[in-house]
């Protein structure tokens, strides 16, 4: 078992920054790879950002693509999301995952409750 909590979220203008945190409990969070997505209201839930179990890969959607970055701190059982040059677009309810396969590009087994980034114009 896998508990994921966020943290981070909150009120920001246009073009300032954020830094997701993501902590997780249990002994085998460094064989996971973690994922953040984000689900914006009347939307799908849709994929943000993902890192492999070793952090030697990452995967990032287009639309964040040069402006956000994943990463992960094994040893205080984290991954973090930071957020650079926000748009009104990027405000949703962003959700951390973790997936047991390792990859970042499978089904992800467990989630976190979410926590919301909201980017004021």
């Known amino acids: 078992q896998v508990q994921l909590v966020e943290s981070g979220g909150g009120l920001v203008q246009a073009g300032g920054s954020l830094r997701l945190s993501c902590a997780a409990s249990?002994?085998?969070?460094?064989?996971?790879?973690m994922g953040w997505f984000r689900q914006a209201p009347g939307k799908e839930r849709e994929f943000v950002a993902a890192i492999s179990w070793s952090g030697g890969n990452t995967y990032y959607a287009n639309s964040v693509k040069g402006r956000f970055t994943i990463s992960r701190d094994i040893a205080k059982n984290t991954v973090y999301l930071q957020m650079n040059n926000l748009k009104p677009e990027d405000t949703a309810v962003y959700f951390c995952?973790?997936?047991?396969?390792?990859?970042?590009?499978?089904?992800?087994?467990?989630w976190g409750q979410g926590t919301q980034v909201t980017v004021s114009s």
């Open positions: 995952a973790a997936e047991s396969a390792g990859y970042g590009l499978g089904t992800y087994d467990y």
């Open positions: 249990g002994r085998t969070f460094s064989s996971y790879a």
